[in-house]
């Protein structure tokens, strides 16, 4: 037994060091190094209790005696220690959301974000307890469009009785991620927290479907998501929200169609039979996304992603077709006009590159008229916003401030 509880301390050594230092570079090791990364590194806390109280039993039992059992306890406090730290990095999301929301504050602002400076503690106990309130009513899976045989749904979240206010509001257009693939991704489990905090602000939320490789290759999933902001803007004022006032948010592959979907409005390649239609949106927070797939300045970490384009999403190599990978990167359709960005990215994310997205930032700054601002979160794996941790609400409050402010800024031009 003693031996079990030498190799537990390694493990729990071995998850710690994971968080700190994810695997980029092997292919085989990417994707379990993210999943491991991501749910030890937000939910650091439950993962020490747990630990804690697993070492408490073996030392109950009499296992913990001798030199290299006494050896593993120590490097096993140590683990939880750097994890613990790793945690409570998130309060510096707090400063970097502050740094973006401050320099555009009036005094109404300051109360809102004064109103949840200090993060309710009980979303952090129990995570997901931040995908439902009773407040927020969700309206499933609405067909706005019938394509080879797909029957393309979205799902709309709104504060409760909105429709009876009379009042137009504004409309988050949520896309959600998973490799542009069947099985790693959908509108039930992605940008939940983020929709329900508008939706109670008094937004409506809007989370579509859109078609899925390996049936669906490169542009289908980006006219897809153009056929529903169309759909969006001829509809969603039945349901309370203002089709004139649309911001576009996603996260990882749905980080790279919402900047895409944002970047390129009224692009005919992406609205083949629905060319006359406006798919501006005005204003776009893409979560750790890809943004250029050429990666023509190497600056992309994962091995990974240029296997899954060649062979599932686009089924061309860059040699065999670089004009359609070209056009589905953000990067090449940067133009003066583009909507407001907020680019939010973690500096731990194994499976996306932040230099790739810093680099997105950098030229869409240059050429554009609009604000360009950039979240580069600390401690931050891929997808660490899906459910609640210290880190994961402060950037939540922060980017629903900053989209409170272009909405307000909207309003009064």
């Not at 061309?316 to 004009?323: D, G, L, M, T």
Request: net charge negative; charged share 20%; proline share 4%.
């Amino acid at each position: 037994m003693t031996l079990v509880f030498i190799l537990f301390c390694l493990l729990c050594t071995a998850l710690t060091a994971n968080v700190v230092r994810p695997v980029y570079h092997h292919p085989k090791m990417i994707v379990p190094s993210f999943i491991f990364g991501w749910l030890v590194g937000e939910l650091a806390l439950h993962v020490v209790f747990v630990e804690v109280v697993i070492v408490f039993l073996f030392v109950c039992f009499g296992v913990v005696s001798g030199f290299w059992a006494g050896i593993a306890l120590m490097i096993c406090i140590s683990s939880w220690m750097i994890l613990t730290y790793h945690y409570y990095s998130g309060y510096k999301a707090k400063v970097l959301m502050e740094g973006i929301v401050s320099p555009h504050r009036n005094k109404e602002d300051l109360k809102t974000w004064g109103r949840h400076s200090e993060l309710d503690s009980t979303r952090l106990l129990r995570p997901f307890s931040s995908w439902q309130d009773e407040n927020v009513e969700v309206l499933r899976d609405i067909i706005y469009h019938e394509v080879d045989g797909f029957r393309l749904k979205l799902d709309i979240r709104r504060s409760k009785g909105q429709i009876s206010d009379n009042t137009s509001q504004p409309v988050l257009f949520q896309i959600h991620g998973g490799a542009w693939t069947h099985g790693y991704g959908s509108k039930n489990e992605q940008g939940i927290p983020l929709m329900v905090e508008l939706a109670k602000r008094g937004w409506v939320s809007v989370s579509i479907d859109y078609r899925l490789c390996p049936h669906a290759s490169f542009p289908d999933h980006i006219i897809d998501c153009k056929r529903a902001l169309v759909w969006v803007k001829e509809n969603i004022s039945e349901y309370g929200g203002d089709p004139e006032f649309i911001v576009a948010t996603g996260g990882s592959a749905g980080g790279h169609l919402s900047a895409l979907l944002a970047i390129s409005a009224n692009c005919p390649e992406f609205q083949p039979g629905f060319e006359e239609k406006n798919t501006r949106v005005q204003g776009c927070v893409p979560f750790y996304g890809i943004y250029d797939l050429m990666d023509e300045q190497r600056l992309q970490l994962s091995v990974a992603l240029d296997t899954l384009l060649h062979e599932s999403v686009i089924k061309q190599s860059k040699n065999e077709n670089p004009a359609l990978y070209e056009l589905m990167s953000p990067i090449s359709h940067i133009h003066k006009d583009a909507p407001p960005f907020l680019l939010v990215h973690g500096d731990k994310d194994s499976l996306t590159c932040l230099a790739e997205a810093q680099y997105f930032a950098s030229r869409l700054d240059e050429t554009s008229e609009q604000t360009v601002e950039f979240a580069e979160v600390a401690g931050a794996q891929h997808a660490f916003d899906v459910f609640s941790s210290l880190r994961s609400d402060y950037v939540l409050m922060g980017v629903t401030e900053r989209l409170t402010q272009w909405h307000r800024d909207f309003q009064e031009k």
